[in-house]
């Protein structure tokens, strides 16, 4: 079965058919960089890390683009309250971002445009659209250019809406706009804004409006006519409804296919940053392992919310172990073993709207296989398994044996796991005293407490190992 994903705008799963054989144009709605980022913030870029490797996987090219949002009404405010340039409150929060994508193991993108860096192209846009009838300026010397929605049939299309159900548009001023849903495409300068954050227009100076940003930027890295475009759910209205009634009726094809993932919630809400610090990526890090993390957050459906919790991010941190438990006592067998074919199960998992749940069970399962191979040695059959196993984690970023991971082992996010491996290895050493004494009475009492926390000892020729049981 060849790929198939679930198109927003049609809100059905269809094939995948790129507009050029062999390569896909990627579109990704980046960081609006007003904060630092918390695990909501950061999951559609691990969703389009995991489908940038698939498509890969898949045989395509990819031309993966990442923006950032370095101006906005957000960013203005913050750094005023704040006392710092704009400009370098942007900069401080695009490294944040930057930082939690790396730390997690994202791919870089192929590019990553910043807005501000292309106001040529936005102005270009503006005058497409103003002398095509689509857009105006308001006789009120404000400055603004506005999108006038009534003039295009279509608006509404990827929402599903009609004009007069939607709410009035809230990025601007509504004096001087003909309907109160038209959206800014610029937005004049004011008294009280800096003047580095203003541009020069026909229309007047002043700075872009967010929707503009992207339709512009995607333009110039993919061309009128490209693959794939998303973001997080919360994007579709009014983000990329309005960057598709701008572009298309600028007479550009625009994108080809939608794709939104859901939220991080908590107590079934959107993760906001009314929760405080302790969910920042940053934060979250220093007390689990960023590679269990990342399991955690790429292991649901794109298209399913997670429902945040302690627990269940434990959980998964367990469930990963297990993975790479095999593959660690796999090495100590066969050495080193490059990542070969993912098995048929994953495969058809990735290719049905990436199934990344199915495709995890069947990980799951390819690894409790390559478990009873362990005691034959070094076979043909283990070392598949290992391949397969590998390439496997390599589309979904978590092959412990791969870089970033590799030459990060023992660091930061690390140090919880080496703690714990050198209390039990401790435990483990005055069982096996124990034993040596026939003292079995205090062997057994070991296992026992370690049983009781949740460590599964196992005893073989080589010495005991030991697991951690999800659900202990």
Request: glycine share 10%; charged share 25%; aromatic share 8%.
């Amino acid at each position: 079965m060849a790929l198939q994903l679930y198109d927003t705008a049609t809100r059905s799963v269809r094939p995948f058919e790129p507009l050029e054989p062999g390569r896909v144009g990627v579109y990704l709605c980046g960081a609006t960089v007003q904060a630092a980022p918390h695990i909501g913030h950061i999951r559609s870029g691990l969703v389009f890390d995991v489908l940038q490797r698939w498509l890969q996987a898949s045989g395509y090219k990819v031309t993966f683009i990442r923006n950032v949002t370095d101006i906005d009404d957000k960013i203005l405010a913050k750094s005023a309250e704040a006392g710092v340039p704009w400009w370098a409150w942007a900069t401080t929060f695009e490294r944040a971002f930057a930082d939690a994508y790396d730390v997690l193991g994202c791919h870089p993108p192929t590019h990553e445009p910043r807005a501000t860096g292309h106001v040529t192209e936005m102005v270009a846009l503006m005058r497409a659209l103003t002398e095509a009838g689509h857009a105006y300026a308001p006789d009120d010397a404000s400055g603004d250019v506005y999108f006038d929605v009534r003039s295009w049939p279509r608006y509404g299309e990827l929402s599903g809406q009609r004009i007069d159900e939607m709410e009035p548009a809230a990025d601007a001023d509504p004096r001087g706009k003909r309907d109160p849903r038209d959206f800014a495409l610029w937005k004049g300068s004011k008294p009280d804004e800096p003047d580095t954050a203003s541009w020069p227009t026909p229309w007047g100076p002043g700075r872009p409006g967010w929707h503009l940003e992207c339709s512009a930027m995607a333009g110039k890295y993919l061309g009128d006519t490209f693959d794939i475009h998303g973001g997080g759910l919360d994007l579709r209205f009014p983000h990329h409804e309005n960057e598709l009634a701008q572009s298309a009726a600028a007479g550009r094809g625009f994108a080809r296919y939608w794709v939104h993932n859901a939220w991080v919630t908590t107590s079934g809400e959107k993760m906001s940053k009314s929760l405080g610090n302790s969910l920042l990526v940053s934060e979250v890090v220093r007390r689990v392992r960023p590679i269990e993390l990342r399991y955690y957050l790429v292991a649901p459906h794109y298209r399913s919310n997670i429902e945040f919790s302690e627990e269940a991010m434990a959980e998964a941190g367990v469930a990963f172990r297990r993975i790479e438990g095999f593959l660690e006592r796999a090495a100590e067998v066969t050495g080193p073993v490059e990542p070969g074919i993912a098995c048929a199960e994953f495969t058809e998992a990735m290719d049905a709207d990436l199934g990344v749940p199915g495709a995890v069970a069947a990980l799951h399962n390819v690894v409790r296989e390559g478990n009873t191979l362990l005691g034959s040695g070094d076979s043909p059959a283990l070392r598949g398994t290992v391949a397969s196993v590998r390439a496997m984690l390599d589309v979904l970023g978590l092959d412990p044996f791969a870089e970033p991971w590799a030459s990060r082992a023992g660091g930061e996010g690390d140090a919880l796991r080496t703690v714990v491996d050198g209390l039990v290895s401790m435990l483990l050493d005055q069982r096996s005293s124990a034993r040596a004494s026939r003292d079995f009475a205090t062997a057994d009492a070991i296992r026992d407490r370690l049983t009781a926390l949740g460590v599964v000892v196992e005893d073989t020729p080589s010495g005991a190992r030991w697991t951690i049981e999800v659900g202990s």
